[in-house]
């Protein structure tokens, strides 16, 4: 039995699901252990100190998943509000380069300081994005895996072209943490929503903020729990952060802390090459089903006329962006469900 094969005793999709690309099945586990927390609270028997532990555990496990330190992990809900820390932290004037099929998420925050007049926001074709990265480029935005379409970013070109121009990185990689490995070590901002590849719950999420980064990104939502001891830091001055990405990060959400802590752990434990090359196979099996080039992604895009409540008619759950039928595999897909989307869409 492979390794996928194990992981995919935990879940139990009541369909055809391929829409990790929007949100992902969480395991079984996880799904034991966010009910027992919501049982906890009820009951008023929480131990909140001990989300601490959970806390820390996810930091672990997405620092391994994404090739980061643990020191340059911090926890925050959502991937806008890393993004929008990075844009307020940029020097007046500075020039920042963008996909313009970017998730909005990824950008609007550098787009809403370009419009107040801070910086300067330039959008070019997403497959001219390195080529055009220069000298003046303060920083480069871009997500890990396109969001709409799923076309992988060159991380390795990114890196080096970035060293030799001296530019500052800001990487998406809700669409690519938990499948695809990011070397996260190597930008000064990584940042992604875990809700999605990495199976915990909406509210979770997680940045890394690499040695050289905390030198010039300001912690612009410091609360008590970016400090080296959160419990020590509930009153009173004078200010006193962690010394490493923990000063950056938010206040936990401690519902979903455990089970997120259990979903990352999950596959942090697994082959994370194993579960690439599995959701691939996946995705361009449909491609060859379609008569479309291979895209080497879990996530595939077509032009369909085909409406999604047929779709939902043949049990497939999938999702319309950008007016495309767009399509996710991950380690809990089988080639049934390739099978049962294609005879979907053929009408057979």
Not at 91 to 113: D, H, K, N, Q, W
Not at 291 to 307: K, L, W
Request: proline share 5%; glycine share 8%.
């Amino acid at each position: 039995m492979s390794n996928i094969d194990e992981l995919r005793s935990e879940f139990s999709p009541a369909n055809h699901f391929l829409n990790t690309a929007t949100v992902g099945i969480p395991p079984r586990r996880a799904v034991e252990a966010f009910r027992s927390t919501l049982d906890a609270w009820a009951a008023g028997t929480q131990d909140v100190v001990a989300f601490d532990e959970d806390v820390n555990r996810s930091r672990a496990a997405f620092a391994g998943l994404t090739g980061a330190a643990v020191e340059d992990v911090g926890i925050v809900g959502q991937l806008s509000v890393t993004a929008a820390m990075v844009a307020a932290s940029l020097p007046a004037g500075a020039r920042v380069l963008y996909a313009e099929e970017e998730f909005t998420s990824t950008i609007f925050p550098f787009l809403a300081a370009a419009e107040a007049g801070r910086i300067r926001a330039e959008g070019v074709p997403f497959a001219r994005l390195i080529d055009s990265i220069t000298e003046e480029t303060d920083l480069v935005a871009v997500a890990a895996v396109q969001s709409a379409d799923g076309r992988i970013a060159d991380l390795d070109a990114l890196a080096e072209r970035t060293a030799e121009t001296g530019t500052r990185t800001f990487v998406d990689a809700t669409q690519a943490a938990g499948w695809l490995p990011i070397g996260a070590s190597r930008f000064d901002v990584v940042g992604a929503s875990a809700y999605k590849w990495l199976l915990a719950p909406r509210g979770t999420g997680f940045m890394t903020i690499s040695p050289a980064a905390r030198a010039w990104v300001r912690p612009l939502f410091p609360g008590w729990y970016s400090g080296e001891d959160p419990w020590s830091t509930v009153y009173g001055a004078p200010l006193r952060l962690a010394p490493d990405a923990r000063g950056y990060q938010a206040s936990p959400d401690w519902l979903s802390t455990p089970a997120a802590a259990i979903a990352l752990e999950l596959l942090a434990g697994a082959d994370l090459e194993e579960i690439r090359r599995h959701n691939v196979e996946l995705g361009n099996a449909f491609c060859q089903g379609v008569g479309i080039p291979e895209n080497d992604s879990a996530i595939v895009s077509i032009t369909s006329e085909v409406p999604e409540e047929r779709l939902l008619a043949e049990g497939v759950s999938a999702a319309y962006r950008g007016g495309r039928l767009r399509l996710s595999f991950h380690l809990y897909n089988t080639f049934a469900d390739v099978e049962a989307v294609l005879k979907a869409l053929s009408g057979s």
